[in-house]
């Protein structure tokens, strides 16, 4: 479902009475959806910070469309469209990779808040060095959900972060 269609979901007034646990919440959602298909558990959403209108939304599609970067981040800017970042908030349920923090950092975003550095961590410096607020609101369901992953398929997880070279080469050993 895009994200111009969420009033079939939630009200505005509802969506604009969530704090960050809340809008954390709901990209553990996305994470959980896409893990449940099957993918890499991790979700975004991007919010308006004056509206507080949710504008984007996404999780990681590398295994159900065969596509190696559409990772929450990715996928939820993507859903957003052509927009301003600059006035916006990117609740990511995982610690974004390098390749997606250097796209929050080029497409502006004013603030990232962050579910889960127990299970990945190290773009977080990059991204305040690029002056964009870094919060961490660790959720407790979504670092269970990405360590289930992680045990569950270290190979799909190894994929998402380094690419099919790093497992190929890791089985060869």
């Not at 996305?30 to 991790?42: T, V």
């Not at 910070?49 to 504008?55: A, D, P």
């Not at 407790?140 to 997880?157: C, S």
Request: charged share 25%; proline share 3%.
């Amino acid at each position: 479902m895009p994200t111009n269609s969420l009033s079939v979901l939630m009200d505005d007034e509802f969506a604009k009475g969530l704090n960050d646990d809340g809008y954390m919440r709901i990209a553990v959602f996305l994470a959980q959806k896409s893990y449940d298909e099957g993918g890499c558990p991790i979700g975004a959403v991007i919010v308006n910070n004056s509206t507080k209108e949710i504008v984007g939304k996404g999780h990681n599609t590398l295994v159900q469309e065969d596509h190696p970067y559409n990772h929450g981040e990715t996928s939820a800017i993507r859903d957003a469209g052509r927009i301003d970042f600059s006035n916006t908030t990117i609740y990511s349920s995982l610690s974004p990779c390098t390749v997606c923090a250097s796209l929050l950092y080029m497409r502006g975003f004013s603030r990232v808040v962050v579910g889960d550095v127990t299970n990945a961590a190290g773009t977080e410096a990059f991204l305040r060095e690029k002056g964009i607020q870094v919060d961490i609101k660790e959720d407790q369901k979504g670092i269970e959900l990405y360590a289930r992953f992680r045990t569950e398929k270290p190979d799909q997880d190894l994929e998402d972060w380094r690419g099919l070279s790093a497992v190929l080469k890791n089985t060869s050993l």
